[in-house]
């Protein structure tokens, strides 16, 4: 096969799982919390090891931790 | 019959002998900062095992049946970040509909465990040292079973230290390093017992 | 205004480097530390390789900005941290070798980084190209001292002198710098003087150095936290007893 072959399956490869990320992960945002879980977040024990700065409740709960 | 002792014996060389944290340095991150919180550390356990299992059954075959036939196997690190994010984010969206109580316990972990240096490195070593899928699922569940085991004694050890008196610039993290220096001794006496 | 601003991108330029550095500050990035720092030599080449990284996808997350749609920012800076690093990887592989199979799995693993995706999460998708530039190679810099600390520290200790020429292969033969013993005239043979402690290669001591590094640096800061304190109460007492001795009648108002 030639070069340019190997260079549009491995495009191709990454898009598909790329559009499978970004499918996946847009739906897992856009789910609404289970009732009865909305104050999980507000019990910060279990985010302490957390370092993903994107987590939208992650300024929330270093805050409350730090001061 | 030989299969199955191999394997057995794999499991327990990856999680004790060649420990995930301890020896080959992977998952620290998550290690130190979990703090002394027991169930925390349970949890996000059970979670670690649940997601490196189903991200070597997936990555397995996809590299020797996709990326190896197509000639790409440079492609190997970025297909991999990409199965295990997304397999978090969809059994992530299944717990949320259907179990709020798994949620409950361990949803909140489950997006931290896409950076989590355990994962990636199993699946890499996997294919990066050529083992056969009976040895790469026995690296994955002996890699699991030593991540829970260590994370948990960690956990449990640090709730002792809460109460005892350490010096004032030891306090927190740094004794906690220290400790975990004493554990990786203690492992390290476990070296050569299973001769592979 | 411009001084201003070059003073803004030197600040975090250089915090960086010192006051908020990844690794004894922030406690980042903990895998490659404890891992790669057995030998001197492969930690600075991971810190090179992660610096090159880390900027080249600080300034590529910065660039694309406007363009990537708020909901699908982490999906794309993954894919923007995993290519770079599969691009270094296959550098590597090609120029450098031996530092390729030092490193082993954990050049792959600088994907999960927890530096490379905090920064690019929290600075990169806010800031301009420029910003983002300084800041990646200011924390890069700093990651790099960090990690070459602890690796000499380990390697010194451990082996009681440091190797060159073994990883980057350029500098000619292995040269041997005794520092915790005497030479051997021999690789196999034993030295006359030994004063080196093998444990410090071993994981063990890995946990060890840092664990006792990172207390170092919190006894300093509570040293500078204690001096802080005094200097305040002096100064509060001085003025109080100034404020006594001299009663100034215009100071209506201000009660001590």
């Known amino acids: 096969m030639s070069s340019a072959g190997y260079l549009a399956i491995a495009i191709s490869i990454i898009a598909v799982l790329l559009a499978v990320f970004v499918f996946s992960f847009i739906a897992y945002r856009r789910t609404p919390v289970p009732q009865g879980c909305e104050d999980v977040i507000a019990n910060s024990e279990k985010c302490e090891a957390c370092q993903q700065t994107g987590c939208p409740y992650y300024a929330a709960i270093h805050k409350k931790e730090g001061k | 019959m030989n299969y199955l002792v191999a394997f057995v014996l794999g499991i327990l060389s990856y999680a004790l002998i060649n420990n995930v944290v301890l020896v080959r340095f992977y998952g620290i991150c998550s290690f130190v900062g979990v703090g002394n919180k027991v169930k925390s550390a349970a949890s996000m356990g059970i979670a670690v095992t649940f997601v490196i299992l189903l991200a070597t059954l997936i990555c397995y075959p996809i590299y020797h049946f996709v990326l190896i036939p197509a000639g790409v196997p440079f492609l190997d690190t970025i297909t991999y970040i990409l199965v295990i994010a997304s397999l978090v984010q969809v059994v992530g969206l299944f717990i949320k509909k259907h179990s709020p109580a798994l949620y409950k316990s361990l949803g909140i972990y489950l997006p931290l465990i896409t950076t989590n240096c355990a994962v990636l490195g199993v699946v890499t070593e996997n294919t990066d040292s050529g083992l056969s899928f009976l040895e790469s699922l026995s690296n994955g569940l002996g890699t699991a079973l030593g991540f829970f085991i260590t994370i948990f004694l960690f956990a449990c050890i640090r709730v002792r230290l809460e109460g005892s008196k350490t010096p004032k610039a030891f306090k927190g993290i740094p004794i906690a390093l220290i400790v975990a220096c004493l554990m990786a001794m203690a492992f390290m006496g476990l070296s050569g017992v299973i001769n592979l | ?256």
């Open chain 3, 1 to 256: 205004m411009m001084e201003k601003k070059k003073s803004a991108h030197f600040q975090s330029f250089v915090s960086g480097i010192w006051k908020e550095n990844p690794l004894f500050v922030s406690l980042l990035g903990l895998c490659p530390a404890l891992a790669v720092t057995k030998s001197l030599e492969a930690a600075f080449g991971m810190g090179i390789l992660f610096t090159i990284v880390l900027v080249c996808s600080n300034v590529l997350v910065s660039a694309l900005r406007k363009v990537i749609p708020d909901e699908a920012k982490t999906p794309c800076e993954i894919v923007i941290i995993a290519t770079f690093v599969t691009l270094v990887k296959m550098l590597t592989e090609a120029m450098l070798p031996e530092l390729y199979s030092t490193l082993g799995v954990f050049l792959s693993l600088l994907v999960v980084n927890c530096i490379v995706l905090g920064r690019s999460e929290a600075f990169a998708v806010k800031n301009g190209v420029v910003d983002s530039l300084l800041d990646g190679l200011g924390n890069g810099i700093g990651y790099t001292i960090a990690i070459c600390i602890i690796a000499l520290l380990r390697e010194v200790l451990g082996t009681g002198m440091l190797t060159f020429g073994e990883t980057f292969t350029f500098l000619g033969g292995p040269h041997h710098l005794y520092i915790l013993t005497g030479p051997s005239a021999t690789p196999v043979a034993q030295p006359a003087w030994d004063l080196s402690l093998s444990f410090f290669q071993t994981p063990g001591g890995a946990f060890l150095v840092l664990g006792i590094i990172l207390a170092v640096l919190a006894a300093i800061r509570n040293c500078k936290a204690e001096k802080a304190k005094v200097d305040a109460r002096l100064k509060k007492a001085a003025e109080a007893a100034a404020s006594k001795g001299n009663p100034t009648p215009s100071q209506g108002g201000q009660s001590k």
